[in-house]
């Protein structure tokens, strides 16, 4: 046994999230959020080297020593997955570990909205997962994989770096593809899907043009598209897409993204009141032809709005909306949704008039 894996079992038992293993400074763990030292000495650039260059295969060592960094997956049998990422940094060698559960989150683990399971009906557009990073934006594309691949018979392609949960067929046939390994790059990952008869490609993050311009043409040709984006909102996803491309074919870009762009989920995750966990509170938007004309006239940044005053009824939500009903249901506390609103204000005094016992 690597000498490291005692340290990510304690991660597992502790039900952390994370392990941060750094030269320099103590063991942590990320335990909902907040980074916990564990009672370890600090560790000196030859510990941590010694400690995490022995879990490497040669073929990882030496990428290491190339590229001064390294993503790749760390299984532990019997304990669990782990997405690894090895650097160099000022005091010496680091990484993070984060584990990543055995079981497949569903969108009832979650507390996603009915209207999410809507999104994994459609047949072809762009769908986006938002949020900074450490958002829970894997774990809830994940979940819309799941579905999928339980409830309809399709051909789903993801492109990951690296993969990490693994999905076996249900009623779908699930391709992953690992960039770095099975394909040099998420952009050329895309383009050959299309040669492979796909119905669904979910792409990691949409970081670079010709990515973003290849998610877009796979939906135009009747593929469902899912990606991810460090933004935290739907109007600042359409804008990243749309500012990706140069200026004089923008306008152009608008109309593509007016009707292929299907919907967005930006979330942020927040403490559980009970203490034990976290939950993802989501923004909402979807295609609608009011949705579809802000983006064509370039006026994106009017959707907040849109959403504000949307009709419940449709499924759109803003995140304050979502914030506040999980308020008042008593899943999170007053505190931790005024962290993440938008407007803490109106959620202050919205709360200020619901029952002293809730």
């Known amino acids: 046994m690597a000498r490291l894996d005692s340290f990510l079992r304690l991660v597992v038992e502790q039900k952390a999230s994370d392990l941060h293993f750094h030269s320099g400074v103590v063991p942590l763990i990320r335990h909902d959020g907040d980074l916990l030292p564990l009672n370890f000495r600090a560790l000196s650039e030859s510990d941590a080297r010694r400690f995490l260059l022995e879990i490497l295969t040669p073929e990882q060592h030496a990428a290491f020593d190339r590229d001064q960094e390294l993503d790749f997956i760390y299984e532990l049998p019997e304990v669990g997955r782990f997405r690894a990422n090895l650097f160099q940094q000022a005091r010496g060698i680091g990484s993070v570990f984060r584990i990543i559960p055995n079981r497949l989150p569903t969108i009832e683990d979650l507390l996603l909205p009915p209207v999410v399971r809507k999104l994994t009906e459609l047949q072809n557009g762009l769908v986006l997962i938002t949020g900074?990073?450490?958002?829970?934006?894997?774990?809830?594309?994940?979940?819309?994989?799941?579905?999928?691949?339980?409830?309809?018979?399709?051909?789903?392609?993801?492109?990951?770096?690296?993969?990490?949960?693994?999905?076996?067929?249900?009623?779908?046939?699930?391709?992953?593809?690992?960039?770095?390994?099975?394909?040099?790059?998420?952009?050329?990952?895309?383009?050959?899907?299309?040669?492979?008869?796909?119905?669904?490609?979910?792409?990691?993050?949409?970081?670079?043009?010709?990515?973003?311009?290849?998610?877009?043409?796979?939906?135009?040709?009747?593929?469902?598209?899912?990606?991810?984006?460090?933004?935290?909102?739907?109007?600042?996803?359409a804008d990243r897409i749309i500012d990706a491309f140069p200026d004089e074919s923008r306008e152009q870009v608008r109309g593509v993204v007016s009707v292929m762009l299907r919907g967005v989920i930006a979330q942020m995750l927040c403490k559980r009141a009970s203490g034990e966990g976290r939950v993802a509170v989501?923004?909402?938007?979807?295609?609608?032809?009011?949705?579809?004309?802000?983006?064509?006239?370039?006026?994106?940044?009017?959707?907040?709005?849109?959403?504000?005053?949307?009709?419940?009824?449709?499924?759109?939500?803003?995140?304050?909306?979502?914030?506040?009903?999980?308020?008042?249901?008593?899943?999170?506390?007053?505190?931790?949704?005024?962290?993440?609103?938008?407007?803490?204000?109106?959620?202050?005094?919205?709360?200020?008039?619901?029952?002293?016992?809730?």
């Open 132 to 237: 900074p990073t450490g958002s829970g934006k894997t774990t809830t594309l994940a979940a819309l994989v799941h579905e999928i691949n339980k409830t309809s018979s399709r051909h789903i392609i993801t492109i990951e770096d690296p993969i990490e949960y693994v999905h076996a067929p249900l009623q779908s046939v699930v391709t992953q593809r690992q960039v770095g390994r099975h394909v040099e790059s998420f952009a050329s990952a895309l383009r050959s899907s299309l040669r492979e008869s796909p119905d669904v490609v979910v792409t990691g993050e949409m970081r670079d043009l010709e990515t973003i311009q290849v998610a877009l043409q796979a939906a135009e040709t009747g593929v469902l598209v899912f990606g991810t984006l460090h933004t935290n909102s739907a109007s600042k996803a």
């Open 282 to 358: 989501l923004e909402v938007m979807l295609q609608t032809i009011g949705i579809s004309n802000l983006i064509r006239e370039a006026k994106c940044y009017q959707i907040d709005a849109y959403l504000q005053t949307a009709d419940p009824g449709s499924g759109m939500q803003a995140l304050d909306s979502c914030i506040f009903q999980y308020i008042k249901q008593g899943i999170i506390t007053l505190e931790e949704g005024l962290r993440v609103a938008n407007y803490p204000d109106v959620i202050k005094r919205l709360a200020a008039e619901l029952p002293e016992e809730i």
